[in-house]
């Protein structure tokens, strides 16, 4: 298969760089290793994790269009109060975490809706499920990659430009691409929050989400195999054993004691989903909820559904990148996530002094898998570029910068905003929660040192251990793909390469003229971090 761009990966970085190369006039293939499109957003089910001021300024116009797409979606198919209805920052689930929490089907159906003219018009070609394992590359440009269906067939596909969206930079080791892993030393970096040696096996936790409701009967799974394993498993620095209400409060790692009310009866259009005032997981069943019943009409909802990504679901036993035993730890992960809901279902302290919630139900029709879990899992730290230019935590950090806001990047690209938020890891660190400055997307963290044609679109681009836990978060990732499509489409459109768009102050000043033409804000107003 031939195209102008190929993009490895269909998560919101992908999604978002097949739009912008597709708006540019581009032939794109697009591949993606699970059933749905959207990556966290969707197939991993974690409803997007975004800055304060997300309904007015701060990501993308075609970001934007995700969500208003999402918000639409409900008003016209879901039976929705006409109070709900009327409420123009619809929150469907009125979970605390986001302003925009949603089942993940919604949003894969927007993102297909999205995409949809491409598709009929022949110049996007959506492999699925396909995954990259396998690259030919010709000195410092990669000249095709092998896409393996999930029943053994093979693709070669070939283009101009090759973008690693995956969700743990799959095409770096494939194409020779020189890469980092885990968490760099100070001498690497300078970061005040890095170790003196660096630990490239010391990765954040991985988790497998899932979706649950409350309603009348006994839905009790059966009980996990590791289900004794887990209950017993006591990390040093928890606070308690995992399976339990005792965690640490990630901001000040002191024990902080969670509180689980299923199906409160709670206004939903009152609840204010702002980090920068609330964390907003006191009540875990709030924290993540998907679908608030009391936004639709009586009926319609017999449950709220809310989505399990809680601290006890966390596996940090060991990293799943670059270690041959990966598959084993992805599937301890699916079995610490049912040994989590086991114990919800059975053993669980509740506020009336019982214990068991046999009630809760899984909803694996929700998250579209067979065994009821996420498609895939929520892998928050890949493989990073060894980048022209690595963003640092001195470059955003509100205790290092302090009012003078974070770096601004000649280069900038586009914007983003959210705590460093490292969770627990597998070199056995506890949370690292920092405040962050509004920060800006530099073009060098794209551009990888040596090769010509390869552009980080998602996770993969050049952040560090530290810095990586504030620019993988949905908007950012989104913006990050849309930047290297669009990269990639005006490279083709003026015969230059990357490395020179960056390096010639009259190239870069068109191709950001191209950005802000398309929406993509590259500055922040005069905002203070949190």
């Not at 887990?230 to 990390?235: F, G, M, T, V």
């Not at 470059?395 to 003078?404: F, I, M, T």
């Not at 033409?517 to 005069?526: K, L, M, Q």
Request: proline share 7%; hydrophobic share 40%.
């Amino acid at each position: 298969m031939h195209a102008d761009v190929l993009i490895v990966g269909g998560g919101l970085g992908g999604v978002a760089a097949a739009l912008a190369a597709l708006r540019a006039g581009r032939s794109v293939v697009l591949s993606e290793e699970f059933d749905w499109l959207g990556g966290q957003l969707t197939s991993q089910a974690v409803p997007p994790d975004e800055h304060s001021w997300v309904e007015r300024f701060g990501v993308t116009a075609s970001y934007r269009a995700l969500r208003d797409g999402i918000r639409d979606y409900y008003r016209r198919y879901y039976p929705l109060t006409a109070r709900s209805r009327a409420a123009r920052e619809l929150n469907p689930g009125a979970g605390h975490v986001s302003r925009l929490c949603a089942e993940p089907r919604v949003a894969v159906a927007v993102i297909d809706a999205m995409l949809a003219p491409y598709r009929g018009s022949g110049r996007l070609t959506v492999l699925q499920p396909y995954r990259p394992t396998g690259a030919e590359t010709d000195g410092d440009r990669v000249t095709a990659v092998e896409l393996t269906g999930r029943d053994g067939t093979t693709v070669t596909a070939a283009a101009a430009y090759v973008l690693d969206a995956t969700e743990t930079g799959e095409l770096l080791p494939l194409t020779g691409t020189e890469y980092v892993t885990g968490f760099e030393s100070r001498d690497d970096t300078g970061e005040p929050s890095a170790p003196d040696e660096a630990q490239p096996a010391n990765m954040q936790a991985v988790s497998v989400c899932f979706a649950i409701d409350r309603v009348d009967g006994d839905h009790t799974i059966d009980r996990p195999a590791s289900y004794d394993f887990w209950r017993a498993y006591r990390p040093e620095f928890w606070g308690g054993p995992l399976l339990g209400w005792r965690t640490p409060n990630p901001r000040t790692l002191e024990t902080s004691v969670r509180s689980f009310t299923p199906n409160p009866d709670d206004d939903p259009l009152a609840v204010v989903a702002d980090q920068r005032l609330s964390p907003g997981d006191g009540n875990l069943w709030t924290f993540r909820r998907i679908a608030a019943r009391r936004h639709f009409v009586p009926g319609a909802y017999a449950s709220d559904i809310t989505l399990v990504n809680w601290p006890m679901i966390d596996y940090f036993e060991a990293p799943v990148i670059d270690v041959p035993d990966a598959v084993k730890h992805l599937d301890a992960a699916r079995d610490l996530s049912r040994s989590v809901l086991y114990w919800l279902q059975t053993e669980a302290p509740r506020e009336d002094g019982g214990t068991g919630h046999p009630g809760l139900r899984l909803r694996g029709d929700v998250t579209g898998s067979a065994d009821g879990l996420a498609q895939a899992p929520y892998i928050r730290e890949g493989r990073r570029i060894r980048a022209e230019y690595t963003i640092v935590e001195q470059d955003l950090s509100l205790a290092v910068r302090g009012d003078k806001g974070a770096v601004s990047y000649d280069d900038s690209v586009g914007v983003g905003m959210y705590r460093i938020d490292l969770h627990p890891s597998t070199g056995g660190d506890n949370y690292l929660d920092v405040p962050s400055c509004p920060f800006e997307i530099p073009l060098g963290a794209l551009l990888p040192r040596r090769m010509e044609n390869l552009l980080a679109a998602g996770k993969s681009l050049g952040a560090t251990h530290v810095t990586n836990g504030c620019y993988r978060l949905h908007p950012v990732e989104w913006n990050v793909g849309e930047a290297a499509g669009a990269l990639a489409a005006f490279c083709l459109d003026r015969n230059v390469a990357p490395r020179a768009v960056r390096a010639t102050p009259a190239l870069l000043g068109e191709y950001q003229a191209r950005l802000d033409d398309d929406g993509v804000e590259r500055r922040w107003p005069d905002v203070v971090g949190y």
